[in-house]
């Protein structure tokens, strides 16, 4: 290592526990270039193709790994382009520390050329924000950055001038008035609640006839504990979509996703239960859960800003959720009646044969785009890692893939930002290599920056094959989808071409033209064998599905509003004839799942 600050800084962050930091150049940090090469690849740099997504990969190493993620950008338009990365990161609770740039102190003020006031600029995603003025601050920003990260669960930014990048290194500042002297290291607390609103919370559920759960990322760690509450209070459990892998599949109290991509299981659960226990979860869409006074309410969450902030909670548990869990299980009674568990392992099986059901139906010839996620559910590899993006995808995504106890699965959550499915999947595969990974991405987002990062997976190939699959997945269905059905439930207007059509690509192709494998199917009784061969593949594949644009995401209930708004927008529409047709027969598979339930004889005689 040299002895400039940038060396100090990069030896500090690898102290730190990091041995990547995905980013890209600038001659704003000319001085951090040069330190990391010197830094002989500990840590290493990884060159993304757009800072932006740099960010999206270190937020995913970040939620993958549950380490700190760290990206890095230049002065300006580069440190501008890490935003919405970063917002990622916040929105979700993701500990990342940014490191980007600025112009030499003596040029600040003057309007100089990239000239940013960039503590303003991170001053709201960051929960830390520090210039770096001197060398003999940078210790004690490094260190403040990646504990503030962790412990706020955020982001934290250090901003560092290029002058004060090249000057020599302060490893320990003089002892005199004005210094600070800080070490590396953190360790995580114990958070417990609160020894009466314990029993208040054991009260609550005690005297619940219909319990429902709802969890979410925040419940990550405390599985064992979760599956013991739910037994012994006889609940179902829904999950948030930042939950969505938290609980496996195959327990048939677990309802699945809640919300406009929720299951109706979940959907049913929510309207009928009498208590309601969210555990590590701020899921915000009100109108997905019991209705205000339908339910009484018991909250678990390590932050107390967000107790009781989504529905009026009795018992408010401000705490780790395994912690919190640990300490209410012995004062829970074990219902003696089940029957309101029962019902819901009964929806859940129901729920799971009408999406079977739905995802075998194939229009005029095209796929089924639920179908690609069905085929992928019954050949989901051993600890897979799986990424999704944002648009009508995501749907399919959360509702048709069985989740195995040991799958890794994110997306962006709260921000709900398009474009991180692919970078989130890159950052995987650097972190478990040995582990097969596959995103789910629609063709707007791959269009969007996919494509581009298709680059970056070139430029590290050797480092991204393996034995284990790397897939993106590409439902190509030439329709930014989820906005094309809002349009018609929420706006009542029919869709608009000019705005949600995007140009049709070749993208297996345009894999094979970056040395990748490509993978492409447009015909339904070729899914199954798609998958199989992308599945095979050592080098990463594009695997590149022609989807039926004209399936409707249907929701578990519509509001009367929304149906009246469809209906409307229909009318316009130039696709009504199919999008009614459609929507028709995916409905009837509910209807003729209880028209089944009720006849005599086993499956052949109904």
Known sequence: MGNQVSDFVLERVRQWGVRRIYGYPGDGINGLLGAFGRAGGDPEFIQSRHEEMAAFMACGHAKFTGEVGVCVATSGPGAIHLLNGLYDAKLDHQPVVAIVGQQKRSALGARYQQEVKLELLFSDVSEYCQVVMDAAQARHVIDRAFKTALTRRGVATVIIPQDVQEEAAVPSPPRVHGAVFSGVGWSRPRMLPDKEELQKAAEVLNAGRKVAMLIGQGAADAVEEVVATAELLGAGVAEALLGRAVLPDDLPFVTGPIGLLGSKPSDRMMQECDTLLMVGSSFPYAEWLPEEGQ???????????????????????????????????????????????????????????????????????????????????????????????????????????????????????????????VPYAIAARFAYPDRPVIAVVGDGAFQMNGMNEMITVKRYLDRLTSDAPLVFCVLNNRDLNQVTWEQRALGGDPRFEESQAIP???????????????????????????????????????????????????????????????????????????????GLAQKATEFAEKVAEKLPGDKGEK
């Not at 309410?297 to 548990?317: C, F, H, K, W």
Request: net charge negative.
């Open 295 to 421: 339910a009484r309410g018991v909250q678990i969450d390590s932050d107390g800003t967000m107790i009781g902030v989504r529905y009026p909670m009795e018992a408010n548990l401000v705490g780790d959720a395994k912690e919190s869990l640990i300490a209410l299980i012995p004062l829970l009674e074990r219902k003696a009646d089940r029957s309101w568990r029962e019902g819901i392992e009964k929806d859940v099986k129901e729920w799971h044969s009408v999406m079977a059901k739905r995802a075998e139906q194939h229009f005029g010839g095209a796929i089924n785009p639920q179908a690609v996620l069905s085929a992928l559910s019954e050949r989901l590899p051993d600890r897979a890692v799986l990424t999704a993006d944002s648009g009508s995808g995501t749907n399919w995504w959360a509702r048709h893939i069985t989740m195995h106890d040991d799958t890794l699965a994110s997306l962006s959550g709260t921000l709900a930002t398009m474009g991180p499915g």
């Open 504 to 582: 049709d690509f070749p993208y297996a192709r345009y894999a094979e033209l970056a040395g990748l494998t490509g993978v492409y199917c447009d015909k339904p009784d070729g899914v199954g064998g798609a998958w199989e061969q992308a599945l095979s593949s050592r080098l990463p594949v594009v695997l590149e599905f022609k989807v039926d644009p004209g399936i409707a995401p249907i929701p578990p209930h519509a509001t009367w509003e929304q149906m009246k708004n469809t209906a409307r927008s229909l009318v316009h529409d130039p696709e009504r004839a199919d999008v009614t047709r459609r």
